[in-house]
């Protein structure tokens, strides 16, 4: 049975012309399913608040992911595009829009998505400039629910100095990154697909193995690849969709539970 595949397959490879084959990626299906539904899911996306300093930030518990990078890098715009809502987050032409930190829930208040003011916009007034980097930075640092971030880069003007600060700053805490290069449009697709090669291999250089995709907010690229990554690092189920039965889960009783650390105890002996 084996022999005879086999050989069918040989035979079919000494006839084949010999043409360039094209090895078109074919949609996984399971992954176009649960990127369809994240981004179903990222669209209950609600305003929850915005605060100007740590201590004045929603509760910290559950999970949150945070978009960040320089001011002007498109951070309001993805999150609009993402969560499919034009005004969610305040997007502008003028740099420096986003003053505050901005905390959107998702489906519930323990699952968020933030929005940060941008770092490295020079028109700001150096005072001003000085206390948000100060409430930036004991975010990063302080913030328990933070999971994660979403970096985002113009495309154009990839990995400034802060850029790398924050990778390694990152790394150090042990949060994961996904990177965006962001306005592809303004990119033809063989610069924009060298400028991804090329920010790829420095963040090898650099030892970081962070996730990297090429995004536009004005024509969409890459919405669901930034949707698959949000909700599977915010550990969203397709589950979590279906009709929940409370009283399918069995019920643990104590005597369980003793066995179990019994078994677990024996097998790491
Ligand atoms: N061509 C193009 N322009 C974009 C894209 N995303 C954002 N922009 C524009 O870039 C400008 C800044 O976008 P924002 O989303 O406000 O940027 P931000 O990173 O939130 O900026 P701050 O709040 O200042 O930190 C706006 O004029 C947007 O319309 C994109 O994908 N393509
Ligand atoms: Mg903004």
């Not at 715009?77 to 987050?89: G, P, R, V």
């Not at 941008?118 to 004991?138: C, R, T």
Request: net charge positive; hydrophobic share 35%.
């Amino acid at each position: 049975m084996h022999r005879n595949s086999g050989k069918s397959r040989n035979s079919r490879v000494s006839n084949t012309p010999k043409t360039k084959i094209s090895y078109e990626k074919k949609a996984d299906p399971a992954i176009s399913e649960y990127s369809t539904a994240s981004l179903n899911w990222l669209r209950q996306a609600e305003f929850l608040m915005s605060a100007p300093k740590l201590n004045l930030c929603v509760e910290d518990t559950g999970y949150e992911i945070a978009f960040a990078g320089r001011s002007n890098a498109g951070k309001s715009s993805a999150i609009n595009a993402l969560t499919n809502q034009k005004q969610l987050a305040r997007a502008s032409k003028r740099p420096g829009r986003t003053q505050m930190i901005n905390f959107f829930s998702l489906g519930n208040p323990d699952q968020r998505l933030v929005d940060l003011p941008g770092y490295g916009y020079a028109a700001v007034p150096e005072a001003m400039k000085i206390v948000w980097q100060k409430e930036l930075e004991n975010y990063l640092i302080h913030r328990k629910s933070l999971q994660g971030l979403v970096l985002l880069m113009d495309i154009r003007h990839p990995l400034q100095h802060f850029d790398v600060m924050m990778l390694e700053w990152a790394y150090s805490r042990k949060l994961f990154v996904h990177v965006l290069l962001t306005k592809s449009d303004k990119l033809n697709r063989g610069p924009a697909s060298k400028a991804l090669l090329d920010v790829q291999q420095q963040l090898k250089k650099m030892k970081l193995q962070f996730s990297i995709q090429l995004f536009s907010s004005l024509n969409r690229q890459g919405l669901e690849e930034l949707a698959s990554v949000m909700a599977g690092r915010l550990n969203y189920t397709l589950e979590q969709t279906a009709e929940f039965d409370l009283d399918a889960i069995p019920t643990i009783s104590e005597d369980d539970v003793e066995t179990e650390t019994e078994a677990d105890q024996s097998t790491e002996q």
